[in-house]
């Protein structure tokens, strides 16, 4: 199993520039996130999504949109990227409650280096 | 979700015992205590999560006291490779949300 993948790994726009970063997970997992992390400082959560067809706003989600339009992917979108959207961007996924865990072990992808100009 | 506070920074030595307090007074009744680590360049790994009383596994122990207020990680006889930023975070067990601190950045020296 590959786990979480993200593409790309690395990636420089311009001032508003469009993009889609791609997550994919192999786990079968009904949850997915996507989280921005600064430098100094912890991940934030920009949106998630508790099952196919479903998304949800998380702490920041100005500026994103994603979708899930499959169960193993999903995709955050940037419509008109600003230099405050550079960040690495992580993507997870965990199995859902519903499943019987009790734990909330979600897996990370290596992450998108983002750099807006 | 509880909100959480840890020290920014520790410093070890190898083969030290450390242990990482974590103080979250608004802790809600449903909420799990979870600890990631995390590398440069690389997602956060779980380590370890509880609920209250003691969990242990391969990597560490988590010790959480009956008012639920705080929460400790042991990482027992550390080494070089443990250097690491370490994040104590509350879960939402409806969501699976989880909410990032700035985390403590453990440096073990030589």
């Known amino acids: ?117 | 979700l509880a909100k959480t506070t840890q020290p920014i920074s520790m410093d070890s030595y190898e083969g030290q015992e450390v242990n990482i307090t974590c103080s979250h007074n608004n802790i809600a009744t449903n909420d799990y205590i979870t600890w990631y680590q995390q590398f440069p360049s690389q997602g956060p790994r779980f380590i370890i999560q509880g609920y209250k009383t003691k969990v242990t596994n391969e990597v560490a122990s988590l010790f959480i006291p009956a008012d639920r207020k705080s929460s400790t990680l042991s990482l027992p006889r550390v080494s070089l490779s443990d250097t690491a930023v370490y994040y104590c975070l509350g879960f939402s067990g409806n969501t699976g949300k989880l909410i990032f601190g700035q985390g403590t950045t453990l440096q073990v020296k030589p």
């Not at chain 1, 199993?1 to 993009?19: D, E, H, I, Y």
């Open chain 1, 1 to 117: 199993n590959a786990g979480v993948t993200q593409t790309p790994k690395f990636r420089v726009l311009k001032t508003g520039q469009s993009m889609t970063l791609l997550c994919a997970q192999d786990m079968n997992h009904e949850y997915m996130y996507w989280y921005r992390q600064d430098p100094g400082m912890g991940l934030r959560l920009i949106h998630y999504s508790v099952g196919e067809g479903t998304t949800a706003k998380g702490e920041v989600p100005d500026g994103y949109n994603v979708s899930r339009l499959k169960k193993q992917n999903f995709l955050l979108g940037l419509e008109s990227a600003a230099p405050s959207q550079t960040s690495v961007y992580f993507c997870a996924s965990s199995p859902a409650r519903a499943s019987g865990r009790t734990d909330n072990e979600q897996f990370f992808g290596p992450g998108t280096r983002l750099t807006v100009l």
